[in-house]
């Protein structure tokens, strides 16, 4: 027992005259290894741009609400018309009426 720890201390099973097969499954567990940890920076990656990305839509949503309450507030008519009363134009104190033109050919 001793000495089979002793000697997988030392890499005998590196260096003797059938350690190419050991060599060979080494080899493949540490490619299996550097696979793993690129996919697992893949994944982080794809986290934290999935984050940003989230933030980044509620950001603009927030923008669109906001412009949207903008537009909103200078529709009104109580807006349109201080800003008309600013620039010398009032409100028409008569209603406008609806002009009828016949054609010649409903006659």
Excluded: C, Q
């Excluded at 909103?72 to 620039?87: D, F, G, H, V, Y």
Aim: proline share 2%; net charge positive.
């Amino acid at each position: 027992m001793k000495k089979n720890i002793y000697s997988i201390l030392r890499g005998k099973f590196l260096i003797s005259d059938d350690s190419f097969k050991n060599w060979r499954i080494i080899i493949f567990i540490s490619f299996l290894a550097v696979i793993m940890i690129a996919s697992s920076h893949s994944a982080d990656n794809k986290v934290h741009e999935i984050a940003r990305l989230t933030n980044e839509v509620k950001e603009l949503r927030s923008a669109f609400v906001d412009g949207r309450s903008k537009l909103m507030r200078l529709k009104m008519e109580s807006t349109i018309t201080n800003k008309m009363a600013e620039k010398g134009i009032k409100i028409s104190e008569n209603p406008p009426t609806k002009i009828k033109v016949k054609s010649a050919k409903e006659d």
